[in-house]
């Protein structure tokens, strides 16, 4: 069974920075997109930064210019650096992989929550 897990998050203050890291073991097919995902309380899960095997990138308006995504696709992982954090910032993050054939992977979601 494919495994996803996250690690990094917790409390900063405003204008502080996180990192977030993912790993993807056990998948028997290459994983072509990677990135990252949130949730707000009431809200619906969104995009933040996904990153594909080649490198492309794409980032959520609101975090351009204050995230950076990368990965290391021989190991499979991915990491999230978020600088410059707002509160609206605050969610739940969740660590998504989708192989070669688009089945998507999930992690358990990690806290993030950014204080004024």
């Known amino acids: 069974q494919v495994q996803v897990v996250e690690s990094g998050g917790g409390l900063v203050q405003a204008g502080g920075s996180l990192r977030l890291s993912c790993a993807v073991s056990r998948s028997p097919f290459s994983i072509n997109v990677m990135g990252w995902y949130r949730q707000a309380p009431g809200k619906q899960r969104e995009l933040v930064a996904v990153?594909?095997?080649?490198?492309?990138?794409n980032y959520a308006d609101s975090v351009k210019d204050r995230f950076t995504i990368s990965r290391d696709n021989a190991k499979n992982t991915v990491n999230l650096q978020m600088n410059n954090l707002k509160p609206e910032d605050t969610a739940v993050y969740y660590c998504?992989?989708?192989?070669?054939?688009?089945?998507?992977?999930w992690g358990q979601g990690t806290q993030v929550t950014v204080s004024s």
């Open positions: 998504n992989a989708q192989n070669l054939y688009g089945t998507s992977h």
């Open positions: 990153i594909s095997s080649g490198g492309t990138i």
